[in-house]
């Protein structure tokens, strides 16, 4: 049996998209958590903040919208707390 590795190229396109899926998911949590806030420094690290979230979490797999949302504002509050 022959085991073929994934060409580096190959490697850093899965990469990509799955940087640009979080980034959506990310900016699409911002816009339902903080979406009344008109301000682009707030967002920007906002986003920055949800994408690391994401990063170091499951990247939101099998989770809806919704769920997330409500994952953000519970970890946020968190921080809060403290």
């Known amino acids: 049996m022959t085991t073929r590795s994934i060409p580096r190229n ?12 979080i980034e959506r998911l990310a900016f699409a949590i911002y ?4 979406g ?15 994408c690391d979230w994401l990063i170091n979490g499951d990247g939101g797999s099998g989770r809806s919208l919704g769920d997330l949302v409500e994952e953000w504002r519970e970890y946020t509050a968190e921080d809060e707390e403290v």
Do not use: F
């Open 31 to 34: 816009s339902e958590v903080y």
């Open 10 to 21: 190959e490697e850093a396109a899965n990469v990509n998209v799955d940087e640009q899926r």
């Open 36 to 50: 009344h806030i008109d301000d682009k420094r707030h967002k920007a690290l906002h986003v920055g903040e949800i």
